[in-house]
């Protein structure tokens, strides 16, 4: 199938549409919470993870938010939110409308980042309901109090913050009712839902999303489409596939990781030199990045907010504020030569930064231990480079025609290296698009970051040991037991992390317990310990080391530890008594000098320096 440029590989800064939703997906969002706080939420008839327990769909309604507003801090710290009960006793919201109560403590917008307080108030709002808040059925027969319409309108007011191009706005409705108007008189429920649809389409129409989070009854399905079908637009294809997705949803919301969720951005412009005098223009994006902690901010004692950190040079020899740029020298013919900081920045840059095409091979030709590092996807952009498009569209497709990847040669601000741009092509689901085509830049090694493994576990004159044909069986059907179905990284969350959340989690809340964090990187023991998969190991072992592997592993362990005495810890490569005589220690490397150390229970710790004199104590020299 033939693909239009224009369309496939649109830069996405010519279409307003595009750049439009390229915005929202970089931006923050603005959310409101809407919970129905009718009488018919505070049944329990729900049952609980614990035995003979019951608990209310109001309960679950509060526990969800309060899961999500804890890793709001977190996932998205720059989110704001707000919390609005609906057919409640009480009113308060800036229209003084009946039956909507915005929930919010001092200090603090009504729609605005979640706060500790807000998070430790909300926990206990259950406790102080009835008393401050209170429920009550809103919509009622022979009324025209509709409270439904009343919090879509003040929802609305709360998300007028913000700009549609910088913000993504939501509505997230909890309520176990699904006919909110069943009781009334035809002519009155008909104009009711006249004008409650007419809200939610107006709330729409302004780029608010509406979602609904149904609770269902224990014995009754809840029917969305007696009313609430209208009111989300759902189609009817979209219909069977709502409850199940919407019970997935109410089981992330209570059970979320505490993680980052990075912005989508371009993450570099890259200038791709194909010949001389044809360039054209490449943006960059980083497909895969590292979790780590957030960074630190310091506090100052006495009213914790932000301290700014300033440095100043002050004079040696006369005590003075140095107000000139800082300026480095270097020793050279009994005179020093001055540097600027940015004369060094141009002395150490090898090369212009852009990409400069090399030459093209076969794909067989690339290995998969030929990937250093996570790849970087590129597409192209005509903003600066006019025709990069489809000079780039011409590029993609004969690479994915002749199957062959081309060899470039890519310096920026880290170390020049030889990457290999390999074509991708798009796939397509009937849930639209799986991948983008676009090229992955994959990062090659240099000859000497290969190691040839023959060489290292080999001595002069000996080959290096193989394994047996019965090994390599055994150690197949081994590998068959234990393979991962369905394997995928997103599957586990880094314990040290999670563990890290729960502490900030626990100390900005006055948490006297820590959130219990499952490590799911430890072995599976039960399935470790099935009968086929001891079978498999115990035959693996009994390849490897005979009918006694036991006694193996005791000789072993006895003739590396006669070695280590023996071989004055050297690696049989250096004499380092010699070099410690002659004084050339200093010619060996980091990783040879602690090669020494490491064998004689030293510490490895510190400079090459340090190194040397540790090495040289230790012979007694």
């Given amino acids: 199938m033939e693909l239009d440029p224009d369309d496939v590989f649109r830069d996405e800064d010519e279409d307003p549409e595009n750049d439009f939703f390229q915005e929202k997906e970089a931006s923050k969002e603005f959310v409101v919470y809407l919970i129905d706080a009718s009488p018919k939420m505070f049944c329990s008839t729900c049952p609980s993870e614990e035995e003979d327990k019951q608990e209310s769909h109001f309960h679950i309604a509060v526990s969800c938010i309060a899961q999500s507003l804890k890793a709001h801090i977190i996932n998205r710290s720059n989110d704001e939110i707000a919390i609005c009960f609906f057919n409640t006793r009480e009113k308060k919201n800036l229209q003084d409308l009946n039956g909507v109560y915005v929930f919010n403590v001092p200090e603090r917008d009504s729609i605005d980042r979640p706060t500790a307080r807000l998070i430790k108030e909300f926990d206990l709002i259950e406790e102080s309901f009835d008393k401050e808040i209170g429920s009550q059925t809103g919509i009622v027969s022979d009324s025209r109090e509709n409270s439904l319409y009343s919090a879509l309108w003040v929802a609305q007011a709360l998300l007028r913050k913000g700009s549609l191009k910088t913000a993504d706005k939501r509505m997230f409705l909890f309520t176990n009712e699904d006919d909110p108007f069943g009781s009334m008189r035809i002519s009155v429920k008909e104009d009711m839902t006249r004008t409650t649809l007419q809200r939610a389409k107006d709330a729409q129409d302004l780029g608010i999303s509406i979602e609904l989070l149904p609770l269902s009854q224990p014995?009754?399905?809840?029917?969305?489409?007696?009313?609430?079908?209208?009111?989300?637009?759902?189609?009817?294809?979209?219909?069977?596939?709502?409850?199940?997705?919407?019970?997935?949803?109410?089981?992330?919301?209570?059970?979320?990781?505490?993680?980052?969720?990075?912005?989508?951005?371009?993450?570099?412009?890259?200038?791709?030199?194909?010949?001389?005098?044809?360039?054209?223009?490449?943006?960059?994006?980083?497909?895969?990045?590292?979790?780590?902690?957030?960074?630190?901010?310091?506090?100052?004692?006495?009213?914790?907010?932000?301290?700014?950190?300033?440095r100043s040079y002050i004079c040696t020899d006369t005590g003075a504020i140095m107000q000139d740029p800082i300026q480095r020298?270097?020793?050279?013919?009994?005179?020093?030569?001055?540097?600027?900081?940015?004369?060094?920045?141009?002395?150490?840059?090898?090369?212009?930064?852009?990409?400069?095409?090399?030459?093209?091979?076969?794909?067989?030709?690339?290995?998969?231990?030929?990937?250093?590092?996570?790849?970087?996807?590129?597409?192209?952009?005509?903003?600066?480079?006019?025709?990069?498009?489809?000079?780039?569209?011409?590029?993609?497709?004969?690479?994915?025609?002749?199957?062959?990847?081309?060899?470039?040669?890519?310096?920026?601000?880290?170390?020049?290296?030889?990457?290999?741009?390999?074509?991708?092509?798009?796939?397509?689901?009937?849930?639209?698009?799986?991948?983008?085509?676009?090229?992955?830049?994959?990062?090659?090694?240099?000859?000497?970051?290969?190691?040839?493994?023959?060489e290292l576990h080999s001595k002069p004159g000996v080959a290096a040991p193989r394994a047996s044909d019965d090994q390599l069986k055994k150690a197949s059907a081994l590998m068959r037991r234990l393979e991962l179905k369905d394997f995928s990284v997103c599957q586990f969350a880094n314990p040290a992390l999670q563990r890290h959340y729960a502490i900030l989690q626990a100390i900005a809340l006055d948490e006297n317990e820590l959130r219990e964090t499952r490590d799911e990187t430890l072995p599976d023991e039960e399935g470790m310990n099935r009968p086929a998969v001891v079978k498999a190991i115990e035959q693996f072992k009994q390849s490897i080391y005979g009918d006694d592997p036991d006694e193996e592993s005791e000789s072993g362990a006895k003739e590396k530890s006669k070695k280590r005495k023996a071989g004055d810890a050297d690696d049989g490569k250096y004499d380092y008594i010699e070099l410690a005589k002659t004084g050339k220690l200093k010619d060996l490397?980091?990783?040879?000098?602690?090669?020494?150390?490491t064998a004689n229970n030293l510490l490895v710790s510190g400079k090459k320096e340090v190194l040397i004199n540790r090495i040289l104590t230790h012979i007694g020299k």
Wanted: with cysteine; charged share 25%.
């Fill in 219 to 310: 014995d009754k399905q809840f029917n969305i489409t007696l009313f609430y079908k209208d009111l989300i637009g759902l189609n009817s294809d979209e219909l069977t596939e709502f409850m199940p997705s919407v019970g997935q949803k109410l089981e992330d919301m209570k059970d979320q990781l505490k993680k980052r969720v990075l912005a989508k951005r371009i993450a570099k412009r890259i200038t791709f030199v194909i010949c001389d005098g044809l360039s054209i223009e490449l943006n960059g994006y980083a497909l895969l990045r590292p979790a780590i902690p957030g960074s630190i901010t310091w506090l100052d004692s006495t009213t914790n907010l932000p301290v700014k950190v300033e």
């Fill in 329 to 454: 020298i270097q020793p050279y013919k009994n005179q020093n030569i001055m540097f600027t900081v940015e004369e060094l920045s141009q002395v150490k840059r090898i090369s212009t930064g852009h990409l400069r095409l090399l030459g093209f091979k076969p794909l067989s030709c690339l290995k998969d231990y030929h990937n250093l590092k996570p790849s970087t996807f590129l597409y192209p952009s005509d903003k600066e480079v006019i025709g990069s498009t489809r000079a780039f569209i011409a590029l993609h497709r004969s690479m994915i025609q002749l199957e062959r990847f081309a060899v470039a040669f890519y310096g920026g601000t880290t170390p020049p290296r030889l990457v290999a741009l390999v074509a991708q092509d798009e796939i397509e689901s009937d849930g639209g698009q799986v991948e983008p085509p676009g090229i992955n830049m994959i990062y090659l090694p240099y000859a000497n970051d290969i190691r040839d493994i023959d």
């Fill in 589 to 597: 490397t980091v990783v040879e000098l602690k090669t020494y150390l």
